[in-house]
């Protein structure tokens, strides 16, 4: 085996050019770190119709590469564009992947979600076949990539170029599934066998996850407490047997972040740069964040950030029952997302009734992100479950103590602080209810009070080290693994 392993990343989304989660900024950073370990690391997408995609300089490789999908053959465009330390390709379809949004508009999904990401799981696979590329890990994430295992182990077994490439499958989020009625299943080619209690179907469903779980060669998810509960009924959402059966396939390599992305010292969207002594300039980046937003606030109100998708699991069902009491605290709040259209009108119902405490902006805006970050005291994490979370590693990074639930990678990162030893990064509320996340918010606002000790938290997350480098390092250990077990070893 070469030592310089071919990496294709597969993924629905990839940050700055099309986000709508956390998967977005792994798919982003990773793949830069693998390629600085001596990886060779390409990334495939869909081209959606965004500026961030079209101001790139890219290459148009192939204009007419037929893909099949059911009886028919869909004709797209791949183009590649090189972004220094990996490339990306980027599958063209103005029909599948020109639209406003991802995956649907805030209210509902688009309904031909299931015959989008058949054809864009194939497109990647004719692709390398066209081009008589070789690859030796193709490394797949979330529901929309799940098929690229099933079909290497179905259409294309036979093929010796997929003969020694072995599939990796990472699970962000088993709650999205991709499921769709039965009959989608004649998109994929496949007969209707495929469709059996112990093949692609559930709950009478063609469930795509379902699919990369029992294909693809090993499966990755992203923290240890994750990959625990999700062999519990309350959390596996219907998958804890399928994972229990393949839990010696199953790994957890907790998510890291990009330490030149994020870096206080260069940062060029936030107004001052400062270092891990220079915590009196986060001053600085407050009164700019505020100005901006447009708050009326002083400098000494606490200012939470919230940067999410706006959902039930990411904790805005007990967010919106706090607001009254969060604001009667004399606290300001900032959120940044988008999500559902229930979420979104309550939000701006919340920032009309307070317009001087409550900012939304809707939308992931990169610069603002970094503000929001670099000018908030507290950053909020309060979801109802979080395979492994960013936004408190981002907090750390930048002197932003994080307030986040006991739960996947939140409870992994976050140490809740004890006044009396004086150890502790972040607070902590373990009940899913508004009384518990108020009360850690109080906690923590008791603690912004009192500047010595605040300062003690402060850096505490600033010593902490979550680069991705010792997770990728862990990954490249995977694709070896995964490697080892293609040839049967």
Known sequence: MSEKLKVFYVSPEVSPFAKSGEVADVANSLPKYLSALGMDVSIFMPKYRRPEIESLSMELLISNLRVPLGKKQVKCRVFKSELGKYRIFFIDNARYFWRDNIYGSGKDEYLDNDERFVFFNRAVLEFIIKTEMTVDIIHCNNWPTALIPVFLKTHYAGLSRFKKTASVFTLHNVAFQGEFPSEAIALTGLNWDYLKPKGLSFKGKFNFFKGGLLFSDVISTVSSSYRRELMTRKHGFGMENILKDRRKDL????????????????????????????TKYKKINKRD??????LNISLNTPLLGLISHFAKHKGFDILLEAIDELIAMKIGLIIMGRGGEEYEKRLADAKRRYPDWIVVKLGFNPGFTH?????????????????????????????????????????????????????????VFKEYSP???????????????????????????????????????????????????????
């Open 251 to 278: 790994f957890a390599i907790r998510n890291g972040i990009d330490y030149e992305n994020w870096d206080p010292e260069r940062d060029p969207y936030i107004e001052k740069n400062y270092t891990f002594s220079g």
């Open 289 to 294: 964040l505020v100005e901006e937003a447009g």
């Open 371 to 427: 503000k929001i970050v670099a000018g908030s005291d507290i950053i909020l994490v309060p979801s109802q479950y979080e395979p492994c979370g960013l936004n408190q590693l981002y907090g750390f990074r930048y002197g932003t103590v994080p307030v986040v639930r006991a739960i996947g990678g939140l409870k992994e990162t976050v140490e809740p602080f004890d006044e009396k030893s004086l150890r502790g990064n972040g607070f």
């Open 435 to 489: 009384e518990a996340l108020l009360g850690a918010i109080r906690e923590a606002v008791g603690f912004y009070r009192k500047p010595r000790l605040w300062n003690k938290i402060v850096k505490a997350g600033f010593r902490q080290n979550f680069s991705w480098t010792s997770s990728a390092k862990r990954y490249i250990r995977l694709y070896r693994h995964a490697l080892e077990l293609k040839k049967g070893a």
